[in-house]
């Protein structure tokens, strides 16, 4: 801690402490009511949040096709988006030529209309807001009746020089009278295209983690044409899934520094593949339909990564009062917990340090204390941390300066006189380093309440808990947070705590990591802040 951590500290307005907050670590206090359910105390005036969620990107892509001849509609055309954002998603035109797509996320993608009798069309297109996107098909001329076949293995070198053959690798015809027809290669590498028109053709291969190969054939006969495809010589493997249920999440678009882009699979497999390395992370977004745009950061090549997203659905105005401020604020490791089981007593609700007085917490009454804490913690932490750090009780000489603002621990002790001078139950404070990552926390409750048998004494406990973890209120919805402390854990706490220890601290809104300056910051002059109620 800094040397001037141990001065008292003089209250500030809530203004000054929120500017603190973008620029130093801040320790919050708050303080919750002491009324008992028959005189409720009304909550405080919700705060307008500064900036609501973005709306996620959700575009549609819609047109006609029609002959180029006389511009009569084409029924029954199969358009199709074969790259990029949607892939693999088909639509066909009704009895007046028109196709849909809906909730597309931005991005680039490769239309492709094939038709009965005519000649196929392909369209590179950028979303970015509704398009439309009409086609005029030309005519197709009159094909030899013969037809012939194309086979083949699609191989590639793998470690150690080793020709393995390449599932799931896409197989497509460039040129030709047999332009735009596409396969995928089986479990054992193997691809078969049938009822080709005889002529020539160029074939192009692409799969993750090998440089693309094409070959120029001649459809005479039925031919056989192999591939061994060179691997490329960095890749980072991953998957994507949902923040809430851990489902894959396919159709998600990334794109990253230097061109890169790719979507994963139905499973939420993804591969980043590169030409070349690079020493630092790079940054990358990930898109797709009914989630919120992540921005973050990842090595390639590099270990293989998970990367959860956050449904749109979400409440994110919620979550940012919890935990962001602006930064995500939470401890990177089970914090210990320290129990001063001499009553101290209360001077102000900035006390750095309290009197021991001869009152002290039984034995029955600690035990009693430490249980609701262990309950509370798995709850509070999206199960990171099932328990403490570390335990220990203590004990003060009566008379004794029992220090409270203590780094490493969450410090709680009971305190004569909170409620009487305050009209509160308890208070709560965090300390945290410049980059959100909380290194200490305390807890101070009115021994009088805690023995007054409410039926508040454990949403209290677990709401100051909340507090000595990094937590501030939330107005914007019912929460364990809400500053009357009368709830224990919602389902959208549970879901908000999941969500925040998936993040590294310093995460900001909607879904944006620290960048390479704060990856590789130096933490450091970590203060508590003045009280904030």
């Given at each position: 801690m800094c040397s001037s951590d141990r001065e008292p500290w003089r209250p500030k307005t809530r203004s000054l402490a929120l500017l603190a907050l973008a620029f130093v670590a801040c320790l919050t206090l708050t303080a919750c009511d002491r009324r008992g359910p028959t005189t409720p105390t009304p909550p405080p005036e919700p705060s307008i949040p500064s900036n609501d969620p973005p709306p996620v990107s959700s575009y549609s892509l819609t047109g006609a096709v029609l002959a180029a001849a006389g511009g009569t509609p084409v029924t029954d055309a199969r358009v199709e988006i074969v790259e990029g954002v949607g892939e693999g998603a088909s639509a066909t035109t009704d009895r007046d030529g028109h196709y849909t797509f809906?909730?597309?996320?931005?991005?680039?993608?490769?239309?492709?209309?094939?038709?009965p009798g005519y000649l196929p069309q392909t369209a590179s297109l950028t979303i970015h807001g509704d398009l439309i996107r009409n086609f005029d098909l030309a005519v197709a001329p009159a094909l030899p009746e013969e037809r012939v076949s194309v086979t083949g293995v699609v191989s590639g070198i793998g470690p150690g020089g080793a020709i393995v053959p390449v599932a799931q690798a896409r197989v497509s015809i460039e040129s030709g009278p047999n332009n735009g027809l596409r396969t995928t290669t089986d479990g054992d590498g193997r691809f078969r295209f049938d009822d080709l028109v005889p002529g020539e053709a160029t074939l192009e291969v692409t799969a993750a983690g090998y440089v693309d190969q094409s070959r120029g054939v001649t459809l005479g006969d039925d031919e056989t044409v192999d591939f061994t495809l060179a691997s490329l010589p960095f890749a980072t493997n991953g998957r994507i899934v949902d923040a809430m249920t851990r489902a894959g999440l396919g159709n998600i678009t990334i794109t990253g520094e230097g061109g890169v882009m790719t979507t994963s699979d139905g499973s939420g497999a993804f591969q980043l593949s590169v030409t070349t390395g690079a020493s630092t992370p790079q940054l990358f977004f990930f898109n797709g339909p009914g989630v919120m745009e992540r921005q973050t950061h990842l090595r390639v090549p590099g270990a293989d990564a998970e990367i959860s997203l956050i449904p749109a659905s979400f409440d994110l105005t919620a979550f940012d009062q919890m935990f962001r401020g602006p930064l995500l604020r939470r401890w990177t490791f089970a914090p210990p917990l320290l129990v001063?089981?001499?009553?101290?007593?209360?001077?102000?609700?900035?006390?750095?340090?309290?009197?021991?007085?001869?009152?002290?917490?039984?034995?029955?009454?600690?035990?009693?204390?430490?249980?609701?804490?262990?309950?509370?913690l798995p709850q509070m932490t999206g199960g990171k941390f099932n328990g403490f750090g570390g335990l220990d009780r203590q004990t003060a000489a009566i008379g004794t300066t029992v220090p409270l603002l203590n780094s490493g621990v969450i410090t709680v002790a009971w305190v004569k006189g909170l409620t009487a001078a305050t009209g509160f139950w308890g208070y709560g404070r965090w300390l945290n380093e410049s980059d959100g990552t909380v290194v200490g926390g305390l807890v101070m409750l009115d021994v009088d309440f805690q023995r007054s048998g409410s039926a508040f004494l454990r949403s209290l406990r677990t709401h100051e808990l909340g507090h000595a973890l990094g937590y501030d209120h939330v107005t914007a919805r019912p929460s364990v947070m809400n500053a009357a402390a009368r709830l224990?854990?919602?389902?959208?706490?549970?879901?908000?705590?999941?969500?925040?220890?998936?993040?590294?601290?310093?995460?900001?809104?909607?879904?944006?990591?620290?960048?390479?300056?704060?990856?590789?910051?130096?933490?450091?002059?970590?203060r508590w802040s003045p009280p904030i109620r």
């Open positions: 809906s909730a597309l996320a931005s991005g680039d993608l490769v239309l492709r209309v094939t038709a001063e089981q001499r009553v101290l007593q209360f001077t102000d609700a900035n006390m750095a340090a309290g009197t021991a007085i001869a009152d002290a917490m039984s034995d029955e009454e600690a035990d009693s204390l430490i249980g609701d804490f262990e309950w509370a224990e854990p919602l389902p959208l706490d549970l879901d908000a705590c999941a969500v925040a220890f998936e993040r590294r601290p310093g995460n900001r809104s909607p879904d944006i990591d620290g960048d390479l300056v704060s990856l590789n910051r130096l933490r450091g002059g970590a």
